[in-house]
């Protein structure tokens, strides 16, 4: 296979800190030495856990609110010990929920403008208190509406159901969890433990499905479903410590494909699973990388790409939805990662950026299908909860692209009914101030057509989605106004590059003055030559008289 070049989409994948202006500087983060992430993400929202004498706060600032930060930012006192997770609600931007190492859980609502003054406890939407130990871990349903899982050191796992404010399903597991996640349509959960086994559970039942030996080593391992639930990847560590991955066939049981090792390092592996690219990320807390890989389903099931190396250490890390990335510079993930402080440099927050390099500046399909939307596959939490499944509703990520989108061939070119005919009758009316005339029938129309009837109430038809239905005056104007938009968009850019190629210009003139310049003294060093050689043989002939 040496020499040959697998055909992917996302091999030339690679990673960027964004610039300096879009960092979020002079943080206060959390120092609780537990093994959270301690920072959320959405399209709308940064919130990170801060240090306030040893209790649990946070606090929520606007995504465009980057630079450097009030040292007195507005804070949430929202637990009375560390909190320990911290997640964003997939279908509603402003609901946070927090999880504390008293055992409680509290959720949270937010306003457009994020956190404008300190609040305590008292303001919390909710307060949900179950567990009585640690609750290391919560995580939303990926489809279905107020429905929370969350995960404490009793050992157990609690399903709540948000709408009335109880814990639907309880499932005691055997012991101490390590680390859980749902399944990608919601239905299953699946876990790793302090006795290494890897667990698939019914997540309204509670019921094993299946397990089996995880990683052989004592370190805390993580795992996560992938390509539509039917195999796993996980990251853990060998019985000599040394970090490793590997992926997992889910059938009636549970079956290792394949494994790897990457170094003896401490941190324990996270694997940060986009099942639009099939791509898995790995990322630990003390690691200053990134590896990347793109997992496929026969042998080897994972590709290593390349691996993004930054000179910070990271304290805590996240990811943003992927209908929040940014489509017209084709990037695939992005990262949020804190740096800690040293010395008289406070912390910060970075964005790392994932793109895949193009020349093309129109919207790339093939590297955006369509996304996990957000918005619910179901609204009732009750009906989940009584044994419905539902698949995730979708979202087309052209929405998100600004400019236009080439359309396939099917849709029409991209104009509205009445073509490029219909655009000139509308200019001409314009200018006779006279309706626009309807365009010419074809031939075939003309055989056709009716002959005139009575009048009769309208038939309502839906436009189709290639060729929507034009306005009174045969075109639709919002459609002609994003033209004229864009016109003036390019005379602006036209303006711009007419003075560069000027500025380039002035410049040539003077390198062609330089080239005469070189051009002359060029001549005279030849004639300077010339004279020095025959002086030269002057001077011989001279010593030959002698």
């Known amino acids: 296979m040496s020499g040959i070049v697998r055909k992917s989409k996302f091999r030339n994948t690679y990673g960027t800190e964004v610039k300096k202006e879009f960092w979020y500087e002079n943080i206060r983060p959390s120092n609780c030495a537990f093994d959270g992430t301690f920072i959320a993400c959405n399209g709308k929202f940064v919130a990170f856990c801060v240090e306030v004498g040893g209790a649990g706060a946070f606090t929520v600032i606007p ?181 490793q991955y590997a992926a997992w066939s889910v059938t009636d049981k549970i079956k290792q494909l394949d494994i790897g090792e990457l170094d003896s390092s401490n941190g324990t592996l996270n694997p940060i699973y986009d099942p639009d690219t099939q791509m898995v990320y790995v990322v630990a807390k003390g690691d200053s990388v990134i590896r990347y890989y793109e997992l496929v389903k026969e042998d080897p099931y994972f590709h290593y790409i390349t691996t993004f190396q930054s000179k910070d250490v990271q304290k805590g890390f996240t990811t943003i939805p992927k209908r929040c990335v940014d489509v017209n510079s084709c990037e695939v993930m992005k990262f949020y990662k804190i740096v800690a402080g040293s010395g008289n440099k406070p ?33 009732e939490p009750s009906e989940w909860f009584s044994g419905t499944n539902f698949e995730p509703k979708r979202i087309s990520m052209s929405q998100f692209f600004k400019g236009a989108v080439t359309p396939s061939s099917s849709a029409g070119g991209g104009l509205k009914k009445g073509g490029l005919k219909g655009l000139k009758a509308k200019k001409e009316s314009k200018a006779a101030g006279k309706p626009a005339a309807a365009p010419s029938p074809t031939p075939s129309e003309e055989k056709s057509s009716p002959t005139p009837v009575a009048k009769s109430a309208p038939v309502s038809s839906a436009p189709s989605a290639s060729s929507p239905a034009p306005s009174s005056g045969g075109v639709d104007k919002d459609y002609v106004a994003g033209l004229e938009k864009e016109i003036k968009g390019l005379k602006v850019s036209n303006k711009e590059m007419e003075k560069e190629i000027k500025s380039l210009n002035d410049k040539l003139k003077d390198f062609d003055k330089l080239s005469g310049d070189v051009k002359l003294l060029c001549d005279a060093v030849k004639k300077n030559n010339e004279r020095l050689t025959s002086l030269e043989a002057l001077v011989e002939e001279g010593d030959d008289e002698e």
């Open 347 to 379: 912390a910060l927050i970075k964005p790392i950026s994932f793109t895949v390099p193009r020349k093309s500046e129109l919207y790339q399909d093939d590297l955006y299908p369509d996304a996990i939307s957000n918005e619910s596959s179901c609204d």
């Open 63 to 243: 995504v465009s609110k980057a630079g450097r930060l009030d040292t007195d930012l507005p804070k949430v006192s929202a637990h009375r010990e560390y909190i320990l997770d911290i997640k964003w609600n997939p279908f509603d931007d402003s609901m946070l929920a927090t999880s504390c190492e008293d055992g409680s859980i509290r959720l949270w609502q937010f306003s457009d403008h994020g956190l404008l003054s300190n609040i305590d406890e008292s303001k919390a939407l909710l307060t949900f208190q179950l567990h009585q130990r640690r609750c290391t871990q919560i995580s939303w349903h990926p489809i279905v509406e107020n429905v929370l899982m969350s995960v404490s050191q009793e050992p157990q796992i609690a399903i709540w159901n948000l709408d009335n404010g109880e814990a639907e399903r309880v499932i005691n597991a055997p012991k101490v969890i390590h680390f859980a996640e749902w399944s990608i349509k919601g239905d299953k959960i699946v876990t790793t433990d302090k006795e290494k086994m890897i667990r698939i559970y019914d997540a309204r039942s509670g019921e094993e499905l299946m397990s089996c030996k995880g990683h052989e080593g004592q370190k805390p391992q993580r795992v996560v479903f992938t390509f539509d639930d039917t195999m796993l990847f996980s990251c853990g560590f060998s019985k000599m410590s040394e970090r």
